[in-house]
């Protein structure tokens, strides 16, 4: 099974690493928005995505072109993510090719699913929170990655 697990810069990629013991066996590969960050997940594929907000649309729209891209090139059966835009990007573009999607929306959302998340909720094929006060019948709590 290929996985692909994308993620912003900050706590959604930590978050997103603390996930990776449980795709062991599978390959994987990472997407974020730092370059750096590919020495976290040696071993792996690791691609680095321009960082995007919706406050710099020109930005937004080349980052989507290239998560589609490397969406496209891979073909994962499954993309993970911990938010923010990119991954929104990376559920969007999984969609799209048929691959199997979950949206992790970040232990920082205590009160509301971020934005991002609100999104992914209506698109992903399972969508997660890390608080049980904001599960419902589309967002499943089932523990936190954090703790």
Not at 79 to 100: D, E, F, N
Request: charged share 15%; with cysteine; hydrophobic share 45%.
């Amino acid at each position: 099974m290929k996985i692909l697990a994308i993620a912003s810069a900050g706590g959604h990629w930590v978050q997103l690493l603390r996930l990776k013991p449980a795709f062991e066996g599978h390959e994987l590969i990472f997407v974020s928005t730092k370059t750096s960050f590919k020495e976290t997940v040696k071993g792996h594929k690791f691609y680095s995505i321009p960082d995007a907000s919706r406050w710099n649309k020109l930005k937004l729209i080349y980052s989507l072109i290239c998560v589609f891209k490397i969406v496209f090139r891979s073909k994962p059966n499954i993309i993970i993510t911990t938010g923010a835009a990119p991954g929104l990007m990376g559920i969007i573009a999984g969609k799209v090719i048929g691959a199997k999607t979950i949206w992790i929306d970040s232990i920082a959302n205590v009160e509301n699913l971020s934005m991002s998340g609100q999104i992914a909720t209506s698109i992903a094929d399972k969508s997660y929170t890390q608080w049980p006060d904001l599960s419902n019948s589309k967002v499943t709590f089932n523990g936190n990655v954090l703790s």
